[in-house]
């Protein structure tokens, strides 16, 4: 069998593959990025956090973002049976970019891709890795491509950029149960013709909380002229609703009288999709020979969009622990790269739960707010959350149990 040889083979072309590729080419490094899918293809989780854009700028592509023309984005709103709250990111209390966008991510995903093989990385579309090897001195990989034909991979070393995809947990049994309830999202995209005097800030991510039932949840992502729209709730909940995938979700929608409102003119022209069971763990995020990046490794919840920005902080991570190794230091990846990344996810972790418990959707409609700590709370939903110098990232469960009783 045809044996190909490359310095880094990464699994999977979206943002944590792309800009991996990237920050490798800058190392100097031989890339192949395999993507089982012919870019551009649809995929959901639209809206950045600006944490992530230090990240596109390291790698060189924030003017191709830029130039990209997406919606910008400066902030987060929440409704909830009439009350109203936003933060702008702005006003935040951890250093850095304070605004993003909302992408549209089969633009999004191929811009990013794109500008990794313009930096030389080699990116093959419509090519599977169907089995993996890591007993060798090199880890090798099995592929098939668009036409059938197999050949295997040999690499210095393998990310698994692959996302819900998550490729080498699934073929090496990393998999492990994860710890949150079972959620499941009816999604689409739509021409929203929301007027312009309706009081919906295009810059921000809309979160609408249910009236009757909170832990259950409707995104709205603006973008020029559309919306990518979705719910979010626990699969017995939505079994209760009866029909096609549409009228599931339009029935939903017309639950909450805000955001039917907003979208009463709109034109439902995308086909509704539907994700199950989405969280996701594993045991450990790397192991000898390979790491992994982004939703391949842990997925927690949409809730706080913070998906992109833990993809984009494992490739930089990933990226800087193959850097050191291949220049011949010694790479503890527990330490240098999982702990690390685990901190933030963590943080996410605290506010995910706080949010789903009741707490924070307490905090965040709270007529009064202290300014500080406002802008540290805007920090972390902005994405800044590795920052250990704001006391809700350095104790995010502690901090967050205190505020939710003064809010009780």
């Not at 009439?82 to 935040?92: I, L, Q, S, T």
């Not at 005097?197 to 909380?209: E, P, S, Y």
């Not at 009064?368 to 939903?381: E, H, N, T, Y």
Request: charged share 25%; hydrophobic share 45%; with cysteine.
């Amino acid at each position: 069998m045809n044996i190909q040889q490359t310095d880094v083979l990464i699994v999977g072309a979206g943002p944590s593959g792309a800009v991996a590729a990237a920050f490798l080419r800058q190392q100097g490094r031989g890339v192949l990025v395999l993507e089982r899918e012919q870019f551009p293809r649809f995929s959901i989780g639209e809206s950045l956090l600006p944490q992530s854009m230090e990240y596109l700028e390291a790698a060189g592509m924030l003017r191709d973002v830029v130039e990209a023309g997406f919606q910008h984005k400066n902030g987060a709103a929440f409704a909830w049976d009439g009350r109203y709250a936003d933060f702008d990111f702005r006003d935040k209390f951890t250093p850095g970019w304070a605004s993003t966008y909302q992408v549209q991510r089969a633009t999004f995903d191929k811009v990013l891709a794109d500008a990794a093989e313009r930096q030389g990385a080699e990116i093959r579309y419509r090519h599977t890795v169907t089995a993996a090897d890591f007993s060798g001195e090199r880890p090798r990989v099995s592929v098939r491509d668009a036409d059938g034909v197999c050949y295997e991979v040999e690499a210095g070393f393998v990310l698994d950029a692959s996302g819900f995809g998550r490729v080498l947990p699934r073929l090496l049994d990393l998999e492990t149960p994860s710890d949150f309830p079972v959620r499941g999202a009816l999604f689409t995209q739509v021409e929203d013709r929301i007027p312009a005097d309706a009081g919906f800030d295009r810059h921000k991510v809309l979160v609408t909380v249910h009236a009757k039932h909170p832990d259950v949840w409707y995104w709205t992502i603006p973008f020029e002229s559309r919306c990518s729209l979705g719910v979010v709730a626990r699969p017995e909940f939505l079994a209760r609703y009866q029909g096609t995938e549409a009228e599931r979700l339009q029935a939903l929608v017309a639950e909450d009288a805000t955001l039917s409102r907003l979208l009463e003119d709109a034109v439902w022209d995308t086909r509704v999709g539907q994700l199950g069971g989405y969280a996701a763990n594993v045991r450990s995020l790397w192991g000898r020979g390979y790491a992994l990046l982004g939703n391949a490794g842990e997925f927690l919840d949409p809730i706080f969009s913070s998906g992109i920005t833990i993809a984009l902080k494992s490739a930089a991570l990933a990226t800087a622990c193959l850097g050191r190794e291949f220049a011949g230091e010694a790479v503890d990846w527990e330490a240098d790269y999982a702990r690390p990344l685990k901190a933030g996810v963590d943080t996410f972790r605290a506010f995910v739960e706080s949010w789903y418990a009741g707490g924070f959707r307490r905090i965040v409609f709270q007529e009064r707010q202290a300014p500080d700590i406002r802008r540290m709370i805007c920090a972390i939903l902005a994405g800044y959350a590795w920052d250990t110098d704001n006391p809700y990232v350095a104790q995010p469960k502690r901090r967050l149990g205190v505020l939710e009783g003064m809010c009780s």
